[in-house]
Protein backbone atom coordinates (compact mmCIF):
# COMPACT_ATOMS: atom_id res chain seq x y z
CA UNK A 1 0.00 0.00 0.00
CA UNK A 2 0.94 3.65 -0.76
CA UNK A 3 2.11 5.37 2.74
CA UNK A 4 0.35 9.04 3.37
CA UNK A 5 2.44 11.81 2.91
CA UNK A 6 2.46 15.00 4.89
CA UNK A 7 4.01 18.06 3.37
CA UNK A 8 6.15 19.96 5.86
CA UNK A 9 8.03 22.97 5.84
CA UNK A 10 11.37 23.35 8.20
CA UNK A 11 12.04 27.04 9.65
CA UNK A 12 14.98 28.17 11.62
CA UNK A 13 17.69 30.87 11.65
CA UNK A 14 19.76 30.99 8.43
CA UNK A 15 22.95 30.60 11.02
CA UNK A 16 21.53 27.04 11.69
CA UNK A 17 20.70 26.35 7.99
CA UNK A 18 23.99 24.33 7.06
CA UNK A 19 23.76 22.27 10.57
CA UNK A 20 19.74 21.39 9.79
CA UNK A 21 20.54 20.47 6.14
CA UNK A 22 23.24 18.19 7.25
CA UNK A 23 20.89 16.30 9.84
CA UNK A 24 18.09 15.70 7.10
CA UNK A 25 20.40 14.45 4.90
CA UNK A 26 21.71 11.90 7.09
CA UNK A 27 17.84 11.38 8.23
CA UNK A 28 17.27 11.17 4.50
CA UNK A 29 13.36 11.22 4.57
CA UNK A 30 12.09 14.55 3.07
CA UNK A 31 11.81 14.80 -0.72
CA UNK A 32 12.28 18.35 -1.39
CA UNK A 33 10.55 21.10 -2.92
CA UNK A 34 11.97 24.22 -4.57
CA UNK A 35 10.54 26.58 -1.46
CA UNK A 36 11.82 29.71 -2.66
CA UNK A 37 9.72 28.90 -5.60
CA UNK A 38 6.16 27.84 -3.42
CA UNK A 39 6.37 30.63 -1.16
CA UNK A 40 4.50 33.82 -1.88
CA UNK A 41 6.38 36.94 -2.04
CA UNK A 42 4.27 38.77 -0.56
CA UNK A 43 4.18 36.72 2.97
CA UNK A 44 8.47 36.77 3.10
CA UNK A 45 11.04 38.00 0.63
CA UNK A 46 13.14 35.15 0.10
CA UNK A 47 16.08 33.80 -2.34
CA UNK A 48 17.20 30.91 -3.33
CA UNK A 49 20.18 29.65 -1.03
CA UNK A 50 23.68 29.24 -1.98
CA UNK A 51 27.09 28.29 -0.28
CA UNK A 52 30.59 28.59 -1.02
CA UNK A 53 31.38 25.41 0.44
CA UNK A 54 30.03 23.59 -2.91
CA UNK A 55 32.48 24.95 -5.28
CA UNK A 56 35.11 24.10 -2.89
CA UNK A 57 34.04 20.21 -2.43
CA UNK A 58 33.84 20.05 -6.07
CA UNK A 59 37.34 21.25 -6.52
CA UNK A 60 38.94 18.99 -3.97
CA UNK A 61 36.72 15.61 -5.25
CA UNK A 62 37.76 16.73 -8.63
CA UNK A 63 41.75 16.44 -7.42
CA UNK A 64 40.69 13.37 -5.49
CA UNK A 65 39.32 11.43 -8.35
CA UNK A 66 42.38 12.72 -10.53
CA UNK A 67 44.62 10.77 -7.60
CA UNK A 68 42.41 8.01 -7.60
CA UNK A 69 42.24 6.12 -10.74
CA UNK A 70 46.07 6.88 -10.86
CA UNK A 71 46.31 4.34 -8.49
CA UNK A 72 45.77 0.31 -9.04
CA UNK A 73 42.99 -1.31 -6.14
CA UNK A 74 44.54 -1.89 -3.54
CA UNK A 75 43.97 -5.12 -1.38
CA UNK A 76 39.90 -5.27 0.18
CA UNK A 77 39.92 -5.00 4.15
CA UNK A 78 36.36 -4.49 4.79
CA UNK A 79 36.83 -4.00 8.74
CA UNK A 80 38.79 -1.29 7.83
CA UNK A 81 36.70 0.07 5.13
CA UNK A 82 33.99 0.13 8.06
CA UNK A 83 36.04 2.12 10.63
CA UNK A 84 37.25 4.61 8.10
CA UNK A 85 33.43 5.21 6.95
CA UNK A 86 32.11 5.83 10.57
CA UNK A 87 35.07 7.94 11.07
CA UNK A 88 34.28 10.73 8.27
CA UNK A 89 30.76 10.29 9.13
CA UNK A 90 31.70 11.35 12.89
CA UNK A 91 33.75 14.52 11.27
CA UNK A 92 32.03 17.91 10.69
CA UNK A 93 32.53 18.77 6.94
CA UNK A 94 35.35 21.14 7.50
CA UNK A 95 37.11 18.16 8.88
CA UNK A 96 36.91 16.01 5.96
CA UNK A 97 37.64 18.64 3.52
CA UNK A 98 40.77 19.39 5.91
CA UNK A 99 41.43 15.31 5.72
CA UNK A 100 41.38 15.31 2.02
CA UNK A 101 43.57 18.75 1.34
CA UNK A 102 46.55 16.50 3.26
CA UNK A 103 45.60 13.71 1.39
CA UNK A 104 46.30 16.27 -1.83
CA UNK A 105 49.06 17.23 -0.42
CA UNK A 106 51.15 13.89 0.16
CA UNK A 107 49.50 12.31 -3.30
CA UNK A 108 48.34 14.71 -6.12
CA UNK A 109 52.05 15.86 -7.06
CA UNK A 110 53.48 12.47 -6.83
CA UNK A 111 50.91 10.90 -8.58
CA UNK A 112 50.49 13.13 -11.47
CA UNK A 113 53.91 13.22 -12.20
CA UNK A 114 54.06 9.47 -11.57
CA UNK A 115 50.76 9.16 -14.14
CA UNK A 116 52.22 11.60 -16.91
CA UNK A 117 55.94 9.23 -16.74
CA UNK A 118 53.84 6.48 -17.68
CA UNK A 119 52.01 7.86 -20.41
CA UNK A 120 54.85 8.92 -22.31
CA UNK A 121 56.84 5.39 -21.68
CA UNK A 122 54.23 4.19 -23.30
CA UNK A 123 53.57 6.55 -26.25
CA UNK A 124 57.70 5.88 -26.37
CA UNK A 125 56.71 1.84 -27.00
CA UNK A 126 53.70 2.95 -29.17
CA UNK A 127 56.06 4.97 -31.20
CA UNK A 128 59.03 2.16 -31.22
CA UNK A 129 56.63 -0.58 -32.26
CA UNK A 130 55.46 1.83 -35.44
CA UNK A 131 58.88 2.44 -36.61
CA UNK A 132 59.63 -0.98 -36.35
CA UNK A 133 56.52 -1.19 -38.86
CA UNK A 134 58.06 1.23 -40.95
CA UNK A 135 61.32 -0.25 -40.88
CA UNK A 136 59.59 -4.26 -42.02
CA UNK A 137 58.36 -1.78 -44.92
CA UNK A 138 61.66 -0.23 -45.61
CA UNK A 139 63.81 -3.51 -44.88
CA UNK A 140 62.72 -5.78 -48.42
CA UNK A 141 64.32 -2.60 -50.69
CA UNK A 142 67.29 -1.48 -48.62
CA UNK A 143 69.08 -2.62 -50.83
CA UNK A 144 67.68 -0.83 -53.40
CA UNK A 145 67.99 2.90 -51.11
CA UNK A 146 70.64 5.10 -51.71
CA UNK A 147 73.08 5.89 -48.87
CA UNK A 148 71.45 7.66 -45.90
CA UNK A 149 73.98 9.81 -45.08
CA UNK A 150 72.77 13.56 -45.63
CA UNK A 151 69.38 12.04 -46.67
CA UNK A 152 66.09 11.95 -44.98
CA UNK A 153 63.37 8.43 -45.22
CA UNK A 154 59.49 9.21 -44.60
CA UNK A 155 56.97 6.40 -44.99
CA UNK A 156 53.45 7.54 -46.35
CA UNK A 157 50.39 5.36 -46.24
CA UNK A 158 47.79 5.44 -48.50
CA UNK A 159 44.52 3.20 -48.93
CA UNK A 160 45.03 1.46 -52.32
CA UNK A 161 42.14 3.41 -53.46
CA UNK A 162 43.60 6.76 -53.30
CA UNK A 163 46.75 5.14 -55.40
CA UNK A 164 46.59 7.99 -57.57
CA UNK A 165 47.63 10.31 -55.65
CA UNK A 166 51.55 9.11 -55.87
CA UNK A 167 51.74 10.54 -59.69
CA UNK A 168 50.84 14.11 -57.38
CA UNK A 169 53.05 13.50 -54.74
CA UNK A 170 55.71 12.52 -57.37
CA UNK A 171 55.39 15.32 -59.88
CA UNK A 172 55.22 17.94 -57.07
CA UNK A 173 59.23 16.25 -55.45
CA UNK A 174 60.14 16.55 -58.88
CA UNK A 175 59.33 20.29 -59.11
CA UNK A 176 60.29 20.89 -55.56
CA UNK A 177 63.92 18.76 -55.63
CA UNK A 178 64.49 18.74 -59.25
CA UNK A 179 64.22 15.41 -59.18
CA UNK A 180 67.18 14.82 -56.69
CA UNK A 181 64.59 11.84 -54.85
CA UNK A 182 63.52 8.14 -54.83
CA UNK A 183 60.02 6.76 -54.25
CA UNK A 184 59.35 3.27 -54.24
CA UNK A 185 56.32 2.02 -53.30
CA UNK A 186 55.02 -1.76 -51.32
CA UNK A 187 51.96 -3.10 -50.40
CA UNK A 188 51.45 -3.31 -47.17
CA UNK A 189 48.41 -4.96 -46.40
CA UNK A 190 45.38 -5.98 -49.30
CA UNK A 191 44.38 -2.02 -48.24
CA UNK A 192 47.72 0.08 -47.55
CA UNK A 193 50.43 0.69 -49.41
CA UNK A 194 53.46 2.53 -48.30
CA UNK A 195 55.51 4.62 -50.67
CA UNK A 196 58.99 5.52 -49.74
CA UNK A 197 60.55 8.32 -49.68
CA UNK A 198 64.19 9.36 -49.66
CA UNK A 199 65.32 13.07 -50.16
CA UNK A 200 68.32 15.20 -49.60
CA UNK A 201 67.94 16.39 -45.91
CA UNK A 202 67.90 19.92 -47.65
CA UNK A 203 64.27 20.06 -49.00
CA UNK A 204 63.01 18.34 -45.63
CA UNK A 205 60.65 21.45 -44.96
CA UNK A 206 59.18 21.94 -48.28
CA UNK A 207 58.55 18.10 -48.82
CA UNK A 208 57.35 18.12 -45.31
CA UNK A 209 54.85 20.99 -45.60
CA UNK A 210 53.79 19.72 -49.08
CA UNK A 211 52.86 16.14 -47.92
CA UNK A 212 50.63 17.43 -45.21
CA UNK A 213 48.94 20.12 -47.39
CA UNK A 214 47.42 16.94 -49.10
CA UNK A 215 46.53 14.99 -46.11
CA UNK A 216 48.55 11.72 -46.11
CA UNK A 217 49.13 9.48 -43.43
CA UNK A 218 53.14 10.39 -43.12
CA UNK A 219 55.53 7.71 -40.67
CA UNK A 220 58.96 9.93 -39.71
CA UNK A 221 61.90 7.61 -38.75
CA UNK A 222 63.95 9.24 -35.79
CA UNK A 223 66.19 11.38 -36.29
CA UNK A 224 69.19 9.60 -34.37
CA UNK A 225 67.84 6.41 -36.90
CA UNK A 226 69.84 8.29 -39.95
CA UNK A 227 71.89 6.87 -41.43
CA UNK A 228 72.21 3.39 -39.94
CA UNK A 229 71.72 -0.14 -41.32
CA UNK A 230 68.35 -1.02 -40.86
CA UNK A 231 69.26 -4.51 -38.27
CA UNK A 232 71.27 -1.33 -36.18
CA UNK A 233 68.07 0.30 -36.27
CA UNK A 234 65.59 -3.15 -35.07
CA UNK A 235 68.35 -3.23 -32.18
CA UNK A 236 68.09 0.18 -30.95
CA UNK A 237 64.48 -0.08 -31.03
CA UNK A 238 63.98 -3.24 -29.33
CA UNK A 239 66.74 -1.62 -26.27
CA UNK A 240 64.43 1.35 -26.34
CA UNK A 241 61.00 -0.79 -25.84
CA UNK A 242 62.58 -2.72 -23.07
CA UNK A 243 63.79 0.24 -21.58
CA UNK A 244 60.63 1.71 -21.21
CA UNK A 245 58.81 -1.53 -20.22
CA UNK A 246 61.13 -1.63 -17.06
CA UNK A 247 60.52 2.41 -16.10
CA UNK A 248 56.66 1.80 -16.55
CA UNK A 249 57.35 -1.53 -14.20
CA UNK A 250 59.10 0.25 -11.61
CA UNK A 251 56.41 2.94 -12.40
CA UNK A 252 53.46 0.83 -11.22
CA UNK A 253 55.35 -0.74 -8.05
CA UNK A 254 55.40 2.46 -6.82
CA UNK A 255 51.68 3.12 -7.84
CA UNK A 256 51.11 0.01 -5.94
CA UNK A 257 52.73 0.69 -2.51
CA UNK A 258 50.94 4.09 -2.80
CA UNK A 259 47.72 2.11 -3.46
CA UNK A 260 48.46 -0.22 -0.68
CA UNK A 261 48.51 2.58 2.14
CA UNK A 262 45.68 4.70 0.53
CA UNK A 263 43.73 3.21 -1.62
CA UNK A 264 40.85 2.41 1.14
CA UNK A 265 41.07 5.88 2.70
CA UNK A 266 40.76 7.14 -0.84
CA UNK A 267 37.52 5.23 -2.05
CA UNK A 268 36.07 6.11 1.52
CA UNK A 269 36.85 9.54 1.26
CA UNK A 270 35.97 9.70 -2.53
CA UNK A 271 32.09 8.39 -1.51
CA UNK A 272 31.58 10.96 1.71
CA UNK A 273 32.56 13.81 -0.45
CA UNK A 274 30.67 12.84 -3.56
CA UNK A 275 27.63 12.44 -0.99
CA UNK A 276 28.66 16.38 0.19
CA UNK A 277 28.54 17.57 -2.95
CA UNK A 278 24.93 15.90 -4.17
CA UNK A 279 23.94 17.74 -0.56
CA UNK A 280 25.59 20.88 -1.46
CA UNK A 281 23.90 20.60 -5.52
CA UNK A 282 20.60 20.54 -3.16
CA UNK A 283 21.10 24.41 -1.69
CA UNK A 284 18.87 25.46 -4.62
CA UNK A 285 16.07 24.43 -3.50
CA UNK A 286 16.42 26.11 0.09
CA UNK A 287 14.87 29.43 0.29
CA UNK A 288 16.63 31.97 2.79
CA UNK A 289 16.05 35.49 3.80
CA UNK A 290 18.53 38.07 6.10
CA UNK A 291 18.32 35.94 8.91
CA UNK A 292 15.94 32.86 8.13
CA UNK A 293 16.03 29.71 6.29
CA UNK A 294 13.18 27.51 5.04
CA UNK A 295 13.06 24.04 3.21
CA UNK A 296 9.52 22.49 2.10
CA UNK A 297 9.07 19.08 0.59
CA UNK A 298 7.05 16.12 1.42
CA UNK A 299 7.22 13.37 4.17
CA UNK A 300 5.99 9.97 4.75
CA UNK A 301 3.43 9.91 7.71
CA UNK A 302 5.39 6.94 9.52
CA UNK A 303 8.42 9.15 9.95
CA UNK A 304 7.56 12.30 10.32
CA UNK A 305 7.59 12.20 14.30
CA UNK A 306 11.03 10.75 14.04
CA UNK A 307 12.51 13.41 11.94
CA UNK A 308 10.83 15.90 14.09
CA UNK A 309 12.20 14.37 17.65
CA UNK A 310 15.45 14.57 15.56
CA UNK A 311 15.44 18.16 14.80
CA UNK A 312 14.07 18.68 18.51
CA UNK A 313 17.06 17.00 19.76
CA UNK A 314 19.63 19.19 18.26
CA UNK A 315 18.30 22.46 18.29
CA UNK A 316 16.44 22.68 20.93
CA UNK A 317 13.67 24.70 19.19
CA UNK A 318 15.52 26.87 17.11
CA UNK A 319 14.54 24.91 14.10
CA UNK A 320 10.90 23.41 13.75
CA UNK A 321 9.00 21.45 11.45
CA UNK A 322 5.58 22.82 11.00
CA UNK A 323 2.87 20.38 9.08
CA UNK A 324 1.78 22.84 5.89
CA UNK A 325 -2.18 22.06 5.02
CA UNK A 326 -2.34 20.52 1.67
CA UNK A 327 -5.36 21.15 -1.49
CA UNK A 328 -6.53 18.62 -3.95
CA UNK A 329 -3.65 20.43 -6.26
CA UNK A 330 -1.07 20.42 -3.71
CA UNK A 331 -1.55 16.70 -3.38
CA UNK A 332 -1.15 16.01 -7.42
CA UNK A 333 2.65 16.28 -6.48
CA UNK A 334 2.60 14.45 -3.36
CA UNK A 335 5.35 11.32 -4.51
CA UNK A 336 4.24 8.00 -4.24
CA UNK A 337 6.00 6.17 -1.05
CA UNK A 338 5.81 2.54 -1.37
CA UNK A 339 5.05 1.04 2.67
CA UNK A 340 4.26 -2.55 1.77
CA UNK A 341 5.19 -5.91 3.89
CA UNK A 342 8.74 -7.54 2.84
CA UNK A 343 7.01 -10.82 0.30
CA UNK A 344 5.70 -7.57 -1.55
CA UNK A 345 9.04 -5.06 -2.07
CA UNK A 346 10.43 -6.80 -4.77
CA UNK A 347 7.19 -6.54 -6.64
CA UNK A 348 7.71 -2.69 -6.68
CA UNK A 349 10.62 -3.32 -8.90
CA UNK A 350 8.19 -4.39 -11.47
CA UNK A 351 5.88 -1.39 -10.95
CA UNK A 352 9.11 0.46 -11.88
CA UNK A 353 8.08 -0.41 -15.66
CA UNK A 354 5.13 1.49 -15.16
CA UNK A 355 5.02 5.39 -13.76
CA UNK A 356 4.20 5.44 -10.31
CA UNK A 357 0.42 5.24 -8.91
CA UNK A 358 -0.85 8.81 -8.06
CA UNK A 359 -1.66 9.52 -4.12
CA UNK A 360 -5.04 8.56 -4.64
CA UNK A 361 -4.47 5.19 -5.98
CA UNK A 362 -4.74 1.94 -4.57
CA UNK A 363 -1.13 0.72 -4.93
CA UNK A 364 -1.49 -2.95 -7.18
CA UNK A 365 1.77 -3.78 -5.80
CA UNK A 366 0.19 -6.40 -3.43
CA UNK A 367 -1.87 -7.66 -6.00
CA UNK A 368 1.26 -7.73 -7.99
CA UNK A 369 2.73 -9.88 -5.23
CA UNK A 370 -0.05 -12.40 -5.37
CA UNK A 371 -1.33 -13.22 -8.68
CA UNK A 372 2.27 -12.97 -9.99
CA UNK A 373 3.83 -16.10 -8.78
CA UNK A 374 0.44 -18.26 -9.73
CA UNK A 375 0.17 -17.38 -13.07
CA UNK A 376 4.16 -17.97 -12.89
CA UNK A 377 3.61 -21.69 -11.24
CA UNK A 378 1.03 -22.47 -13.33
CA UNK A 379 2.76 -22.11 -16.40
CA UNK A 380 5.95 -23.33 -15.33
CA UNK A 381 4.10 -26.10 -12.88
CA UNK A 382 6.94 -28.51 -12.21
CA UNK A 383 8.70 -30.03 -9.02
CA UNK A 384 11.85 -30.23 -10.40
CA UNK A 385 11.94 -26.85 -12.35
CA UNK A 386 10.46 -25.20 -9.62
CA UNK A 387 13.42 -26.35 -7.00
CA UNK A 388 16.26 -25.73 -9.52
CA UNK A 389 14.74 -22.20 -10.18
CA UNK A 390 14.70 -21.60 -5.76
CA UNK A 391 18.25 -22.76 -6.20
CA UNK A 392 19.19 -19.97 -8.65
CA UNK A 393 17.33 -17.15 -7.10
CA UNK A 394 18.40 -18.01 -3.72
CA UNK A 395 22.54 -17.97 -5.78
CA UNK A 396 21.90 -14.97 -7.14
CA UNK A 397 20.94 -12.93 -4.23
CA UNK A 398 23.91 -14.20 -2.38
CA UNK A 399 26.41 -13.40 -5.13
CA UNK A 400 24.77 -10.41 -6.27
CA UNK A 401 23.65 -9.51 -2.38
CA UNK A 402 24.89 -5.20 -3.02
CA UNK A 403 22.71 -4.93 -6.36
CA UNK A 404 19.29 -3.93 -5.28
CA UNK A 405 17.64 -4.72 -8.22
CA UNK A 406 19.63 -8.45 -8.64
CA UNK A 407 17.99 -8.99 -5.66
CA UNK A 408 14.50 -8.06 -6.34
CA UNK A 409 14.76 -10.07 -9.37
CA UNK A 410 15.87 -13.13 -7.48
CA UNK A 411 13.40 -12.28 -4.31
CA UNK A 412 10.60 -12.85 -7.31
CA UNK A 413 12.09 -16.13 -8.33
CA UNK A 414 12.51 -17.46 -5.00
CA UNK A 415 8.62 -16.93 -4.03
CA UNK A 416 7.65 -18.04 -7.70
CA UNK A 417 9.18 -21.05 -7.22
CA UNK A 418 6.64 -22.31 -3.90
CA UNK A 419 3.70 -21.85 -6.31
CA UNK A 420 5.53 -23.58 -9.44
CA UNK A 421 6.59 -26.85 -7.01
CA UNK A 422 2.74 -26.85 -6.02
CA UNK A 423 1.17 -26.93 -9.13
CA UNK A 424 3.56 -29.27 -10.10
CA UNK A 425 2.53 -31.43 -7.50
CA UNK A 426 -0.92 -30.92 -8.66
CA UNK A 427 -0.05 -31.93 -12.60
CA UNK A 428 2.33 -34.46 -11.32
CA UNK A 429 5.28 -33.10 -12.68
CA UNK A 430 9.04 -33.63 -12.09
CA UNK A 431 11.26 -33.05 -15.00
CA UNK A 432 8.16 -33.26 -17.24
CA UNK A 433 6.96 -37.15 -16.68
CA UNK A 434 10.09 -38.02 -15.77
CA UNK A 435 8.36 -38.52 -11.86
CA UNK A 436 5.70 -40.66 -13.14
CA UNK A 437 7.54 -42.36 -15.60
CA UNK A 438 9.72 -43.61 -12.29
CA UNK A 439 6.64 -43.89 -10.19
CA UNK A 440 7.66 -41.33 -7.49
CA UNK A 441 4.43 -39.24 -8.02
CA UNK A 442 1.28 -38.71 -10.10
CA UNK A 443 -1.59 -35.79 -11.29
CA UNK A 444 -3.91 -35.15 -8.35
CA UNK A 445 -7.37 -35.96 -9.11
CA UNK A 446 -9.55 -33.23 -7.91
CA UNK A 447 -13.06 -32.02 -8.61
CA UNK A 448 -13.75 -35.23 -11.45
CA UNK A 449 -10.95 -34.51 -13.06
CA UNK A 450 -6.88 -35.82 -13.01
CA UNK A 451 -4.47 -32.55 -13.50
CA UNK A 452 -2.54 -34.53 -16.28
CA UNK A 453 -1.89 -31.19 -18.33
CA UNK A 454 -1.66 -33.17 -22.00
CA UNK A 455 -5.03 -34.90 -20.83
CA UNK A 456 -6.72 -32.13 -19.26
CA UNK A 457 -6.85 -29.13 -21.92
CA UNK A 458 -9.70 -28.43 -21.79
CA UNK A 459 -10.26 -28.29 -17.54
CA UNK A 460 -6.76 -26.39 -17.76
CA UNK A 461 -8.41 -23.73 -20.72
CA UNK A 462 -11.27 -23.06 -18.47
CA UNK A 463 -8.86 -22.70 -15.04
CA UNK A 464 -6.97 -19.73 -16.74
CA UNK A 465 -9.87 -18.19 -18.69
CA UNK A 466 -11.44 -18.45 -14.50
CA UNK A 467 -8.38 -16.48 -13.16
CA UNK A 468 -8.85 -14.11 -15.79
CA UNK A 469 -12.30 -13.57 -15.19
CA UNK A 470 -11.50 -13.11 -11.31
CA UNK A 471 -8.19 -10.93 -12.57
CA UNK A 472 -10.33 -8.57 -14.63
CA UNK A 473 -13.14 -8.20 -12.29
CA UNK A 474 -10.88 -7.59 -9.30
CA UNK A 475 -9.05 -4.85 -11.86
CA UNK A 476 -12.54 -3.24 -12.13
CA UNK A 477 -13.55 -3.31 -8.65
CA UNK A 478 -10.45 -1.28 -8.04
CA UNK A 479 -11.27 1.22 -10.96
CA UNK A 480 -14.65 1.77 -8.81
CA UNK A 481 -12.79 2.52 -5.75
CA UNK A 482 -10.37 4.50 -7.39
CA UNK A 483 -13.40 6.53 -9.31
CA UNK A 484 -14.90 6.67 -6.16
CA UNK A 485 -11.84 8.75 -4.60
CA UNK A 486 -11.59 11.11 -7.24
CA UNK A 487 -15.82 11.52 -7.14
CA UNK A 488 -15.66 11.04 -10.86
CA UNK A 489 -19.35 9.57 -11.57
CA UNK A 490 -18.86 8.75 -14.89
CA UNK A 491 -16.35 6.24 -14.37
CA UNK A 492 -17.77 4.44 -11.90
CA UNK A 493 -20.99 4.22 -13.55
CA UNK A 494 -18.33 2.90 -16.80
CA UNK A 495 -16.51 -0.06 -14.42
CA UNK A 496 -20.23 -0.81 -12.78
CA UNK A 497 -21.72 -1.48 -15.97
CA UNK A 498 -18.49 -3.51 -17.32
CA UNK A 499 -19.18 -5.90 -14.44
CA UNK A 500 -22.64 -6.60 -15.32
CA UNK A 501 -22.52 -6.58 -18.93
CA UNK A 502 -19.48 -9.39 -18.45
CA UNK A 503 -21.62 -11.23 -15.39
CA UNK A 504 -24.50 -11.67 -18.02
CA UNK A 505 -21.94 -12.89 -20.40
CA UNK A 506 -20.89 -15.61 -18.02
CA UNK A 507 -24.48 -16.08 -17.03
CA UNK A 508 -25.05 -16.41 -20.68
CA UNK A 509 -22.06 -18.96 -21.40
CA UNK A 510 -23.30 -20.66 -18.20
CA UNK A 511 -26.70 -21.63 -19.85
CA UNK A 512 -25.37 -22.75 -23.49
CA UNK A 513 -23.31 -25.15 -21.41
CA UNK A 514 -25.94 -26.59 -19.65
CA UNK A 515 -24.61 -25.45 -16.36
CA UNK A 516 -27.18 -23.24 -15.48
CA UNK A 517 -30.80 -23.42 -16.05
CA UNK A 518 -32.74 -21.65 -19.13
CA UNK A 519 -34.14 -19.35 -16.46
CA UNK A 520 -31.22 -17.53 -16.26
CA UNK A 521 -31.80 -16.22 -19.08
CA UNK A 522 -33.71 -13.13 -17.59
CA UNK A 523 -31.15 -12.39 -15.09
CA UNK A 524 -29.06 -11.73 -18.36
CA UNK A 525 -31.17 -9.57 -19.98
CA UNK A 526 -32.04 -7.75 -17.13
CA UNK A 527 -28.14 -7.04 -16.22
CA UNK A 528 -27.84 -6.42 -20.19
CA UNK A 529 -30.87 -3.87 -19.34
CA UNK A 530 -28.91 -1.72 -16.89
CA UNK A 531 -25.46 -2.05 -18.15
CA UNK A 532 -25.71 -0.51 -21.43
CA UNK A 533 -27.12 2.95 -20.52
CA UNK A 534 -24.17 2.63 -17.79
CA UNK A 535 -21.51 2.48 -20.23
CA UNK A 536 -22.95 4.70 -22.40
CA UNK A 537 -23.18 7.49 -19.65
CA UNK A 538 -19.45 6.86 -18.67
CA UNK A 539 -17.55 6.49 -21.67
CA UNK A 540 -20.02 7.51 -24.42
CA UNK A 541 -20.75 5.44 -27.16
CA UNK A 542 -17.32 4.06 -28.28
CA UNK A 543 -17.54 2.49 -24.77
CA UNK A 544 -19.37 -0.14 -25.91
CA UNK A 545 -16.58 -1.40 -28.03
CA UNK A 546 -14.57 -1.55 -25.27
CA UNK A 547 -16.90 -4.59 -24.02
CA UNK A 548 -15.13 -6.51 -26.61
CA UNK A 549 -11.89 -5.43 -25.62
CA UNK A 550 -12.57 -6.80 -22.40
CA UNK A 551 -13.27 -9.71 -23.49
CA UNK A 552 -10.54 -10.44 -25.32
CA UNK A 553 -8.76 -9.43 -22.49
CA UNK A 554 -10.15 -12.18 -20.38
CA UNK A 555 -9.28 -14.60 -23.02
CA UNK A 556 -5.58 -13.93 -23.07
CA UNK A 557 -5.13 -15.33 -20.26
CA UNK A 558 -5.61 -18.66 -22.08
CA UNK A 559 -1.98 -18.18 -22.36
CA UNK A 560 -1.36 -19.69 -18.85
CA UNK A 561 -2.51 -23.25 -20.13
CA UNK A 562 -0.42 -22.88 -23.75
CA UNK A 563 2.83 -21.43 -22.60
CA UNK A 564 2.77 -24.47 -19.69
CA UNK A 565 1.64 -27.38 -22.24
CA UNK A 566 4.28 -26.16 -24.44
CA UNK A 567 6.86 -26.39 -21.27
CA UNK A 568 6.06 -29.73 -20.24
CA UNK A 569 5.56 -30.71 -24.23
CA UNK A 570 9.61 -29.62 -24.54
CA UNK A 571 10.22 -31.58 -21.31
CA UNK A 572 8.74 -34.65 -22.25
CA UNK A 573 10.41 -34.71 -25.63
CA UNK A 574 13.98 -34.80 -23.50
CA UNK A 575 12.56 -37.62 -21.66
CA UNK A 576 12.04 -39.21 -24.81
CA UNK A 577 14.81 -38.22 -26.93
CA UNK A 578 17.01 -38.73 -23.79
CA UNK A 579 15.85 -42.25 -23.89
CA UNK A 580 16.26 -42.94 -27.73
CA UNK A 581 20.13 -43.43 -27.15
CA UNK A 582 21.73 -46.76 -26.72
CA UNK A 583 24.56 -45.26 -24.79
CA UNK A 584 23.14 -43.86 -21.30
CA UNK A 585 25.50 -41.11 -20.85
CA UNK A 586 25.10 -39.85 -24.03
CA UNK A 587 21.27 -39.83 -23.45
CA UNK A 588 21.48 -38.30 -19.80
CA UNK A 589 23.96 -35.38 -21.43
CA UNK A 590 20.97 -34.64 -24.46
CA UNK A 591 18.19 -34.59 -21.73
CA UNK A 592 19.93 -32.35 -19.45
CA UNK A 593 20.94 -29.88 -22.14
CA UNK A 594 17.43 -29.93 -23.03
CA UNK A 595 15.96 -29.52 -19.54
CA UNK A 596 18.35 -26.62 -18.56
CA UNK A 597 17.20 -24.93 -22.11
CA UNK A 598 13.85 -25.01 -20.92
CA UNK A 599 14.24 -24.11 -17.55
CA UNK A 600 16.12 -20.79 -18.61
CA UNK A 601 12.87 -20.27 -20.83
CA UNK A 602 10.48 -21.19 -18.13
CA UNK A 603 12.36 -18.57 -15.95
CA UNK A 604 12.07 -15.61 -18.88
CA UNK A 605 8.68 -16.47 -21.14
CA UNK A 606 6.49 -16.91 -18.19
CA UNK A 607 7.91 -13.80 -16.35
CA UNK A 608 7.26 -11.51 -19.13
CA UNK A 609 3.73 -13.21 -19.82
CA UNK A 610 2.92 -12.76 -16.22
CA UNK A 611 3.79 -9.47 -16.38
CA UNK A 612 1.63 -8.34 -19.86
CA UNK A 613 -1.10 -10.02 -18.22
CA UNK A 614 -1.08 -7.54 -15.13
CA UNK A 615 0.19 -4.10 -17.21
CA UNK A 616 -2.42 -4.49 -20.25
CA UNK A 617 -5.10 -7.16 -19.14
CA UNK A 618 -5.31 -5.64 -15.40
CA UNK A 619 -4.08 -2.40 -14.74
CA UNK A 620 -5.99 -1.28 -17.97
CA UNK A 621 -8.91 -1.27 -15.80
CA UNK A 622 -7.97 1.12 -13.20
CA UNK A 623 -4.05 2.01 -13.46
CA UNK A 624 -3.74 6.02 -14.40
CA UNK A 625 0.19 6.36 -13.02
CA UNK A 626 0.22 9.59 -12.73
CA UNK A 627 2.33 9.77 -9.81
CA UNK A 628 5.91 11.03 -8.67
CA UNK A 629 8.82 8.85 -7.16
CA UNK A 630 9.50 9.47 -3.57
CA UNK A 631 13.43 10.73 -4.02
CA UNK A 632 14.09 11.99 -0.58
CA UNK A 633 17.05 13.78 -0.08
CA UNK A 634 19.54 11.25 1.72
CA UNK A 635 23.05 9.92 1.41
CA UNK A 636 23.74 7.69 -1.59
CA UNK A 637 24.71 4.85 0.74
CA UNK A 638 21.23 3.86 1.75
CA UNK A 639 22.14 3.01 4.88
CA UNK A 640 19.69 5.22 6.34
CA UNK A 641 16.61 4.56 4.73
CA UNK A 642 12.81 4.69 5.11
CA UNK A 643 11.89 1.55 5.12
CA UNK A 644 8.17 -0.37 5.93
Keep these: MLQKMKRIQVVGPRKDMERAVDLLYREGTLHLENAAGTIPKNEIRLRPATTALAQEINEILTKIRNIFITLPAGPADTSRTGRLRSSFRSMQ ?30 LTITSMTRYAEVLSIIQPVERELPMLEDFEVTVLL ?178 TFYDNPRWVRPFEFLMKLVSPPGHNEIDPSPILAIFFPIFFGIMVGDIGYGLIILAVGLIVKRIYNNLDWVKSVADILIISSIPTIFFGYLFGEFFGDFGEMMG ?124 GMASVILAMVANRLGGAFDILIVGVIVAVLLHIMNIVLAMFSPSIHSVRLHLVEFFSKFYKGEGVEYRPFKKKEGEEQVTG
Design 93 to 122: PEEVLARARELIAELETTTRNLASKKTELT
Design 158 to 335: IRKEYAEVLDLIKSELNAITGNRFEMISATVDPETLAAILVFPKSYSQEIHSFIFSVNVNEVRLPREYMGRPIYEMYALIEEAKIKAGDEIKEIDAWLGKLSSSWYEELSVLLAILEDMSGEQAAFSQFAVSDYTFVIRGWIPKKVLGPTRTAIDTVFQGRVVIDELPVTGKDLESAP
Design 440 to 563: WLHPVHFLGVTWNRIEAMIPLLLFAIALGVIHVFLGLIIGIVNSVTLKSTKHVCEKCGMILILTALIILMGIFAELLPPEAIYATAAFAVIALPLIIYGAGVFGTIEIMSTVGNILSYARLMAI
